[in-house]
């Protein structure tokens, strides 16, 4: 009979592998992580410890946590992922960006690491740009890193969270910005848009990238689609009353994950999506409110790889 995985010594190191990343990557003072883990003070202060002498703490935090492995095999398993990685959750800050993006961060940076010239193509949004901080700063001058949305908002701003340009600064590779607003007037302006050599260009780089890592939007009034002013009350009222389930470089898409014919879709710029490729597709996302999104473009093939945190994992096990 062969020996379970989980000794004492197992899960001794996962506790403290939770600890470490409560610490060092969440913040949290000792208090609180013996709170958290219903642990003493005494304990979780032992916990630290012992993730720093295990050298399961440097940067990034080192230990494959038992339930997050597990989590990654289920969750690739159900949905034939590429890439998949599951981080810790803080079971009071659900929404807690920094987990994620570090783990996407390392994702990049082992393809950035590559002497082969690759084309990395990026989304938009807070996942992107907190993924985009967490990287190191390198010399990639032989990468390409493009933007697969628009850059502009409707007055001809800039977007808040543009992360294709603070990347390339980081890593030195060249870049492509998509030189649209998110969302045109009409359709008649989008085919304009659209024929100018720049944007045709940006969109084939788009459809020949290596890596994909994309943020995924919920739909509803707190949606970031709603929030950061590319739709109104009305509109998104209507799309959820046709049935919307998420956004992905705001293309809006249903229950099953099929980009969905709509008005709003037909005055989206950003390059379109596809499915079934070969290349890894990413989404980064995690929370509450986004689980039902995400399983959507999952079920769908919108995204073939996903980093998220345990408790949407299990959410999306669920579903």
């Known amino acids: ?101 570090i783990a996407a961060a390392a994702e990049l940076e082992k393809l950035l690491k590559s002497p082969d010239e690759k084309i990395i193509a990026l989304g938009t949004g807070r996942a992107l740009r907190a993924c985009v901080e967490q990287l190191p700063r390198m010399d990639c001058p032989q990468h390409r890193i493009v933007s697969r949305l628009g850059n502009m908002m409707s007055d001809g701003s800039a977007t808040p969270y543009n992360a294709v340009i603070r ?45 994909t890592l994309v943020g995924v939007g919920q739909i509803g009034m707190g949606a970031p689609l709603r929030v950061d002013g590319f739709m109104g009350g009305q509109e998104m009222e209507t799309l959820m009353a046709q049935g919307a389930s998420g956004e992905i470089t705001s293309w809006v898409y249903d229950a099953k994950g099929r980009v969905m014919d709509c008005a709003f879709n037909m005055r989206v710029a950003s390059a379109p999506l596809t499915v079934g490729g070969e290349a890894p597709v990413v989404g980064l996302a995690a929370g509450p409110d986004k689980a039902e999104s995400i399983c959507a473009a999952l079920r769908g093939g919108l995204i073939n790889g996903l980093i998220t945190d345990e408790a949407t994992a299990e959410r999306l096990l669920k579903q």
């Open 167 to 211: 990347m390339a600064e980081r890593v030195g590779a060249k870049h492509y910005p998509f030189p649209l607003p998110v969302v045109a007037r009409d359709e008649e302006e989008l085919r304009v848009m659209h024929g100018q050599e720049p944007v045709r260009h940006t969109m084939e780089l788009c459809a020949r990238a290596d890596f």
């Open 1 to 101: 009979m062969s020996q379970s995985r989980f000794t004492p010594e197992t899960t001794r190191l996962d506790d403290a592998a939770r600890a470490g990343w409560l610490y060092y990557v969440a913040g949290n003072t000792q208090d609180e992580i013996a709170r958290k883990l219903g642990v003493s003070r005494q304990s979780a202060q032992r916990l630290v410890s012992l993730a720093v002498s295990e050298k399961l703490v440097k940067v990034r935090l080192d230990h494959p946590i038992a339930r997050c492995m597990d989590l990654s095999g289920a969750l690739a398993r159900k949905f034939d992922l590429k890439v998949i990685e599951v981080v810790p959750s803080d079971p009071t800050a659900p929404e807690l960006m920094t987990g994620i993006a």
